[in-house]
């Protein structure tokens, strides 16, 4: 069968090449178009329509700046659509983009599956009303996502987390530090984002702890999609190394984390890393989801195990000095972090077990046949 797979950002780059693998053995004959990253062209042997790093505009304002480029994508995506007419039309989150392919692919006749729900349980939740009549078949990560649906008379399928997949699945680097020419000192891993205006709000904040924490050496996750020189004018003289395509190696090997929210504050949790979840944006885009938004937390981490398991530092919270005393407390207050672990082992009972892409993949073969 023919697959058209649609992801926006880093995380669903990597979820969806994920789902290809595992496409590929429930289907062997299998035939893939692609928006997506690296990942994805790796795991599908072609070559994407669009990149990611073309993709991914977080924010309101950000949005509106780049209303003309997002259109572009839009119109080349859904002419290449017409033109491969798939069996299905897979979508993996990224819900301003994706919601508007999946209506295109509805009026084709185009089966529709999405993968990785929209975050509709945030704010506008009305969009589910429009979810029913456009999606055919929606797979679920978070597991109290199955009772929201429910609460609007939609059936979902809740495939576990797929994050646990890609965590499971990793082979860690014994040789972490020496290959990446790092000391014996422990470690505070920076994971500042994986898009620029998170990149560019955040990481001068992140930086300035190198000030804080002599006794530790303090590492920068690096996205795929910027090079050394994007965040050198950022770090400046600091002593602070930056390594790509090693996040899981360095939470490994940390002691504690300081982590933007988004995917990464659930996989450092999945990895039990101790950690202080930052965000901060344009304050019109934070003065809206204020207004908009409905849930009481920003992290994964808390939002799945509903109470406050990590502190959230977010806006004019998100200072250096903030993040410094939350950090000192996870590094020298042995009650705080075992307190932060048992949260942990709350996140890993609630999430289950692998498998996810699996039976996604699985689930979207036997609807189609």
């Known amino acids: 069968m023919k697959?058209?797979?649609?992801?926006?950002?880093?995380?669903?780059?990597?979820?969806?090449?994920?789902?290809?693998?595992?496409l590929k053995q429930e289907d062997p004959q299998a035939e893939f178009r692609i928006v997506g990253g690296d990942l994805m062209q790796e795991a599908a042997g072609a070559t994407a329509l669009i990149h990611t790093s073309q993709m991914a505009f977080m924010g309101f304002v950000e949005v509106l700046k780049n209303?003309?480029?997002?259109?572009?994508?839009?119109?080349?995506?859904?002419?290449?659509?017409?033109?491969?007419?798939?069996?299905?039309?897979?979508?993996?989150?990224?819900?301003?983009?994706?919601?508007?392919?999946a209506a295109f692919a509805k009026k084709k006749g185009i089966k529709t599956c999405y993968y990785i729900s929209p975050k509709i349980w945030a704010w506008n939740q009305g969009r589910?009303?429009?979810i029913k009549k456009i999606v055919d078949h929606m797979f679920c990560i978070l597991p109290f996502e199955v009772d929201f649906y429910k609460k609007f008379g939609m059936k979902v399928d809740y495939v576990g987390n797929p994050l646990l997949d890609a965590i499971s699945s990793y082979t860690f680097n014994p040789n972490f530090r020496k290959d990446n020419g790092l000391t014996d000192a422990p470690i505070?891993?920076?994971?500042?984002?994986?898009?620029?205006?998170?990149?560019?709000?955040?990481?001068?904040?992140?930086?300035e702890?190198?000030?804080?924490?002599?006794?530790?050496?303090?590492?920068?996750?690096?996205?795929?999609?910027?090079?050394?020189?994007?965040?050198?004018?950022?770090?400046?003289?600091?002593?602070?190394?930056?390594?790509?395509?090693?996040?899981?190696?360095?939470?490994?090997?940390?002691?504690?984390?300081?982590?933007t929210s988004g995917t990464a504050t659930l996989e450092t949790g999945i990895l039990r890393v101790p950690q202080v979840v930052v965000y901060k944006?344009?304050?019109?885009?934070?003065?809206l989801a204020k207004k908009l938004v409905k849930v009481r937390f920003i992290s994964l981490v808390n939002l799945i195990n509903n109470y406050l398991s990590i502190i959230e530092l977010i806006q004019e919270d998100c200072t250096t000095r903030n993040i410094k005393e939350e950090l000192g407390r996870i590094l020298l207050d042995s009650q705080h972090r075992?307190?932060?672990?048992?949260?942990?082992?709350?996140?890993?009972?609630?999430?289950?077990?692998?498998?996810?892409?699996?039976?996604?993949?699985?689930?979207i073969v036997e609807y189609l046949r």
Do not use: C
């Not at 672990?341 to 890993?348: A, H, I």
């Open 338 to 363: 075992a307190s932060i672990l048992e949260n942990y082992d709350v996140l890993t009972e609630k999430l289950g077990s692998p498998g996810a892409s699996q039976r996604t993949a699985k689930l």
């Open 128 to 130: 589910v009303h429009k």
């Open 67 to 101: 209303l003309n480029t997002i259109s572009r994508n839009l119109k080349a995506v859904k002419e290449d659509i017409a033109q491969y007419n798939p069996d299905t039309v897979i979508l993996i989150d990224f819900p301003g983009f994706n919601l508007k392919v």
């Open 209 to 259: 702890l190198t000030f804080s924490f002599p006794k530790h050496q303090l590492v920068i996750a690096g996205a795929p999609n910027f090079d050394l020189a994007y965040y050198q004018q950022f770090i400046g003289d600091l002593n602070l190394p930056v390594v790509f395509g090693q996040t899981y190696d360095l939470l490994a090997n940390a002691e504690a984390a300081v982590v």
């Open 188 to 207: 505070l891993a920076l994971l500042p984002g994986s898009r620029k205006m998170e990149i560019e709000n955040l990481l001068p904040i992140m930086a």
């Open 3 to 22: 697959y058209y797979i649609v992801a926006g950002e880093a995380s669903g780059d990597l979820h969806g090449a994920n789902l290809i693998k595992a």
């Open 281 to 287: 944006a344009n304050p019109i885009s934070v003065w």
